[in-house]
């Protein structure tokens, strides 16, 4: 079946370093690929998403990049600000039979100032 | 806009007792879904409603949780009896037509003492 997975946490980094979150997947069809990111307290919000492969998905400096030869939505931002501390979720959603969404097991970032 | 409305933020309760949390998807919207987190299991989809009508309700735990949805504008996630394992935070979210993104809404918070 489908699946997502992601690099575990904790990622602990400075402020102002590179990011890259890591994230797989597995899917039968042709999935619409997504970040999302969790604030303590709060709901998931939708932070980026792509559509096909070799789309380029970009919000608030992050980026990730559709790439269906390595089934891979690796998530980037080239300078982290300790806002940016939440935990980030990738997933996959399609519609085959149904609406699937398929959510990774997240990756908690700290930014240290 | 608003966004996806889900009360009460909180909810304690004793053992036994039953409990029903309230969403409010987007306008417009026609799927909704149900989500419960924990530490332990992470994010799990509980049911999901399409056009006011539950399609797929395989992650509902027991024959204690129940899902309803009357209109487009209100669905309610019922836990009767309640059971301290059931304590998690259980979101709301709604997904627009043709599209793939979820919208969450803040989650309500449930303790069962």
């Known amino acids: 079946g489908d699946s997502v997975t992601q690099m575990e946490g904790p990622v602990t980094l400075s402020e102002e370093a590179f990011l890259t979150i890591n994230c797989t997947y597995t899917?039968?069809?042709?999935?619409?690929l997504f970040w999302y990111v969790q604030y303590p307290g709060e709901g998931l919000q939708l932070l980026l998403k792509?559509?096909?492969?070799?789309d380029k998905g970009s919000n608030k400096g992050f980026e990730a990049t559709y790439r269906k030869e390595t089934t891979s939505f690796h998530l980037e931002k080239g300078s982290v600000q300790v806002s940016d501390s939440a935990v980030y979720f990738c997933a996959l959603s399609e519609h085959t039979g149904g609406f699937k969404t398929i959510f990774g097991a997240g990756t908690r970032l700290f930014v240290k100032a | 806009d608003a966004g996806v409305i889900q009360s009460p933020r909180h909810e304690v309760t004793e053992m036994g007792q039953e409990v029903t949390l309230r969403c409010k998807p987007i306008?417009?919207?026609?799927?909704l879904f149900w989500y419960r987190q924990t530490m332990m299991r992470g994010l799990e989809l509980l049911i999901y409603f399409n056009n006011n009508v539950p399609i797929d309700d395989s992650g509902m735990p027991e024959d204690r949780f129940s899902a309803k949805m009357p209109n487009a504008s209100f669905s309610t996630l019922k836990i009767q009896p309640s059971e301290p394992r059931d304590s998690a935070v259980y979101f709301c979210?709604?997904?627009?037509?043709?599209?793939?993104?979820?919208?969450f809404g803040p989650g309500t918070r449930l303790t069962v003492t």
């Open positions: 306008s417009g919207h026609d799927y």
């Open positions: 899917a039968t069809g042709y999935p619409s």
């Open positions: 792509a559509t096909k492969a070799d």
């Open positions: 979210a709604s997904s627009p037509p043709g599209r793939y993104e979820q919208y």
